[in-house]
């Protein structure tokens, strides 16, 4: 069975045996005499006396941090969180979080949750959870405090963009639902898929989602909403591509050692979608977001409308330590034309920047935060050579007919959409 590989917000669980590192033999220790040092140093003159637990853990926890921002040394609290993220669901308020040049960010709130529905925005930085300031704690430190029983509250110090003061939200905490699929017709045969991320059932959810769908009507074109996705599971991203895609490359993936080269490639298969896409990515789309619009985009299956996604082209292995674990970046992943997107990210077909509603002006939910700017991003080389099951929910007209007049992104997909067998006919005959 293969190791899961997790991307963007999320991570990949890989199960390694001590057969799996490198000997011990192999590398000189002999620098570690000035960590001793330092560690007898503490032990002996430190204001209060610490265990060597506490001590190596944190020198962990640094030493990973110090690698980019997706490495991390867990704790069996923290690796429990992780695993949660991926299945089923977990106790909390619904944001996806990330580390950006000493400020704990939100990357997006998850959809109908009670972060959502509080005011919680992508680009939102967190400055302090229930009075404690973030500014010396890591990413996981603060999705720690953030989650708690069901029922109990939250409070989230949060400064909005271009806001001269931060506003306190009580966040009452809930179960968090990872349904990742969700829909509606635009106009007739026009279908709108909303992917908010890659957990577990994604591709079960797409697949429900497409199937329903066709039992009301025909399909003509497709809106694949992928903005503010910020990744999951490797394998739903090439399982997802892979359902619009009849054959060829997805991606591959390429590191330093032979188990982190691979190659993932689309089946032919009778549930196959055929119709015109029409893809929207924006600064939150992220890894494996990234991965499906690549695919599509490199394939010449769909139109990329938006804007310029997140730029996270790394792969992260979670190797258990006992009961901790090791989260750490191991390979880069590269388009089907070879292109490298680490902090560079996907520049859509048709640029189109996302126009805020009149009454929600001075507000901005589709910060541009990418992984450039954060601190300590993999740069970018020259691509080498070579919860509960979801559905779509299906409403009424006046509702796509309101979604439509807030969102100038959607209303170009659409018309895209509907455009693309004109647009490939003439193409054809010329």
């Known amino acids: 069975m293969l190791p899961r590989l997790f991307l963007g917000g999320l991570v990949l669980f890989a199960l390694f045996s001590a ?17 001793s040092e330092v560690l007898d140093m503490v ?12 001590l190596v853990e944190g020198a962990l926890k640094g030493m990973l941090q110090a690698l980019d921002p997706h ?57 302090a959870v229930d009075g404690k300031p973030t500014m010396e704690m890591n990413q996981n430190e603060v999705v720690g405090l953030i989650r708690g029983p069901k029922g109990t509250q939250v409070e989230l110090l949060i400064l909005h963009k271009n806001a001269v003061a931060p506003v306190s939200l009580k966040i009452e905490r809930d179960f968090i639902p990872l349904i990742s ?24 959810e797409l697949e429900k989602a ?19 996705n910020p990744g999951g599971l490797l394998d739903q991203a090439v399982r997802v591509s892979d359902v619009f895609l009849q054959d060829g490359l997805i991606v591959y993936m390429k590191g330093r050692n032979a188990n982190a080269q691979r190659e993932f490639f689309a089946r032919r298969s009778s549930r196959d979608v055929t119709e015109p896409i029409a893809v929207l990515i924006n600064s939150g789309s992220a890894s494996a977001a990234e991965i ?12 990329l409308i938006g804007e310029r996604s997140f730029g996270k082209g790394s792969v992260q292995e ?17 388009t089907p034309d070879g292109r490298s997107i680490q902090a560079e990210g996907i520049e859509p077909d048709l640029s189109i920047p996302f126009e805020m509603p ?41 509702d796509a007919a309101h979604m439509l007049d807030r969102d100038n992104q959607l209303r170009m997909a659409l018309q895209v959409v509907k455009s693309l067998p004109r647009i490939q006919e003439l193409s054809w005959k010329q």
């Open 71 to 127: 490495s991390a040394f867990l704790t069996p609290e923290e690796f429990s969180e992780m695993r949660d993220a991926t299945s089923g669901e977990f106790t909390g308020v619904g944001i996806e979080i990330s580390s950006e040049n000493g400020k704990i960010v939100v990357v997006t709130p998850i959809d109908d949750t009670p972060a959502k529905a509080a005011g919680v925005l992508a680009g939102d930085v967190i400055l």
């Open 292 to 303: 499906v619009a690549g695919a599509l985009q490199d394939r010449k299956r769909a139109v």
């Open 181 to 204: 699929v969700r829909g509606r017709f635009l106009e007739e045969g026009f279908l709108w898929l909303r992917l908010s991320r890659f957990s577990e059932k994604t591709s079960d």
């Open 19 to 35: 057969a799996d590192c490198p000997a011990a033999s192999n590398y000189d220790y002999s620098h570690l005499k000035r960590f």
């Open 210 to 228: 497409l199937a329903d769908a066709r039992k009301k009507t025909p399909l003509k074109g497709i809106v694949l909403d992928l903005r503010n």
């Open 318 to 334: 979670v190797k258990p330590l006992g009961s901790f674990a090791v989260k750490l970046t191991t390979a880069l992943y590269y």
């Open 43 to 54: 032990h002996k003159d430190y204001v209060r006396e610490v265990g060597n637990d506490e």
């Open 358 to 398: 009149r009454e929600n002006e001075g507000t901005d939910r589709f910060l541009r935060v990418r992984e450039q700017d954060l601190s300590r991003h993999l740069e970018n080389e020259a691509a080498p050579e070579g919860g509960r099951e979801g559905g779509v929910a299906f409403v009424a007209d006046q």
